[in-house]
Structure formats: structure tokens, C-alpha cells
């Protein structure tokens, strides 16, 4: 049985960093794209940051670059999301998936429909 398990959130002060994981079982996780993904209350799921599964490219949603990382270890079978900087608006539960259709992250994004092992999700909530 695959099981994604996000942790690693928490309540932090804005400007103050987070480290996200995303560990696997039951699948190799290093043939996957991964992806992580952020949904606030009353909004759509939207993706965040994406890590191809052999040559690392990634993409960044603008709202995040240059504040988050993404990074794996697939002897680990878990991938990281390093955020610092925390804004408000990065308030949102975090999730992690496997890209089902693709390996490679293409330039423009990552989306959510093409994701799926979805965890139960980790909170992060950034607020003085």
C-alpha cells in the first residue's frame, strides 16, 4: 500500500523558516516527479514547488522563489521543501504527491490533477 506522510509544520512567526519532509512508503519514490502543494481555507489546491525524478529540475511558483527550496534524497525515499522567509499568506495546509503522467517537471508548472498519493497533509500557519 503507497503511503505519503507530510510533517514538519507548525506555527511559526513571520520571517522564520520551516522544513517540510515528505516520506514514502510503498513506492520508489525516486522514479517520481514530486510535487508539493498548499491549500488555504476556501481556496484551490496550488502548487508550490516540483522536483523532476532524475535530472533535479524544479519549478518555483513565483510567490515562493527565491524563499523555498525543494530538494530529495531518494535513498531516504523522502523530498524536503525548505521555506524561509515565511510570509502570512504561505498560511495553507502542505501536501505532497507523485506525478502520475510525467517524470520531468516541465517549465511552466506542476499541477495538481496530475499528482496523486496524496498525504494527509502537515499545517503551516505563519502569524505574529
Known amino acids: 500500500q503507497v503511503q505519503f506522510v507530510e510533517s514538519g509544520g507548525g506555527l511559526v512567526q513571520p520571517g522564520r523558516s520551516l522544513t517540510l519532509s515528505c516520506a514514502a512508503s510503498g513506492l520508489s519514490l525516486g522514479y517520481y516527479a514530486i510535487g508539493w502543494f498548499r491549500q488555504a481555507p476556501g481556496k484551490e489546491r496550488e502548487a508550490v514547488s516540483c522536483i523532476s525524478s532524475s535530472d533535479l529540475t524544479t519549478y518555483y511558483a513565483d510567490s515562493v522563489k527565491g524563499r523555498f527550496t525543494i530538494s530529495r534524497d531518494n535513498a531516504k525515499n523522502t523530498v524536503y521543501l525548505q521555506m524561509n522567509g515565511l510570509k502570512p499568506e504561505d498560511t495553507a495546509v502542505y501536501y505532497c504527491?507523485?506525478?502520475?503522467?510525467?517524470?520531468?517537471?516541465?517549465?511552466?508548472?506542476?499541477?495538481?490533477?496530475?499528482?496523486?498519493?496524496w498525504g494527509q497533509g502537515t499545517q503551516v500557519t505563519v502569524s505574529s
Open positions: 504527491g507523485a506525478n502520475l503522467l510525467r517524470r520531468r517537471v516541465l517549465a511552466t508548472g506542476c499541477a495538481p490533477h496530475e499528482h496523486d498519493y
